[in-house]
């Protein structure tokens, strides 16, 4: 395992001045941007036409894995290399449709049972989306039971670790993570409702913004892109990756490193009522990276992006890579949707949506020192039925009838939030 300076870094006092330095710095080691750039964009092109040829021929350009191929250890050398390519899949089946259906009707009567409705005071971020029901679309709930006995399965369980191998996690003479050990990443639900009319959420990637140009971290995860070599750069290279820590005080801020970004359904959902899609291209964060450099944008910008929020992808300056948008195909509740983190995604919007639009966020987060504190973090409050410490203090949960409680873990939840796994009578 490697080892980690834990300090969350301080966005830098002069901005501005950081970015000016940075391109400058940037510019000399890559030499010639514009023949680099030039490399790829031809590369992202190609892709592009890749993925528009599926489209036209009928084929899914998601990935869609069977959890039994995951499970029987069957997964095609093909189908791998398909989410090498696209740095998304689905896996369907992943849960039984029936106990995903299950789960959704729990978490409702959770928050009925606990008067969610009286006590929900407006979202406590501006992050997601901007309805003015009296029940928001992303609840901001933790710790219900579906989430949880979702979290601590067995299939989840062997559905990160497939996911997490694709990653190469040995490497520059380190291992980053350990690919079959989960570390708990708690977030939250959405259940968005039939007759939904929704403007989506615009194309972005997370795991930082500014983060991605000016830390030294990613700076080194960027390596071979600085240095002007694109044919070098492997996006499922961890190197470096575990060690990025971003700036504090973001309201987007991911305290964990995520192989993949991920949901699972909770209700079957028809492609066209605004669902999740993404630029299926891993690679495109190399396009990203130094399309600012190029001499038509600011000194000091970086095509748009602002401290504290998320990275904007957007036709001004990305109208290539954005081109590459592809929906996620039907998913039925118990499927999962999975995507690398570096890749560009966003919720399409929908007028009036036909049927109900419900998942539980669950991500693969393997055990590495960054995760390991972030988890153990989480284990307080989860056993005070707190909100956690990436998302605002709203602490709905802590006198909430029916919560999970840590007598119901069992030794995969317990070695996933870092607690005691010798002692499961422990009480709350
Ligand atoms: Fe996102």
Redesign the pocket.
Known sequence: MNTTNLTQPKLPNDIPGAIRAMKQEWRQSIGDVQAVFDEITDFIAREIEDIEQAKANGESVWPVIDYQDIAAGSVSPAQIDAIHRRGCAVVKGHFARDTALAWDRSLVEYVERNDFDNQYRGPGDNFFGTLTASRPEIYPIYWSAPQMEARQSDRMASVQSFLNQLWKFESAGKVWFDPDKNCLYPDRVRRRPPGTTSNG?GA???SGALERWLLPAYNQVFRHLIAGNFDAYDPWDAAYRTDVHEYEGGT?LCSAFRTF?GWTALSDMQRDQGVLFTVPIPAAMAYILLRPLLNDVAEDDLCGVTPRL?LPIDEKWHSLLLRGKTLIPDVQAGDSIWWHSDLI??VEGVTNQQGWGNVMYIPATPACEKNIHYAASCASRFERGESPDDFPSEHYEVEWRGRFTSRQLNTRGRQSLFLDVSSPERQQ
Request: hydrophobic share 20%; aromatic share 0%; net charge negative.
């Open positions: 959420l972005h990637t997370d987007t970004q998320v995604h966003g």
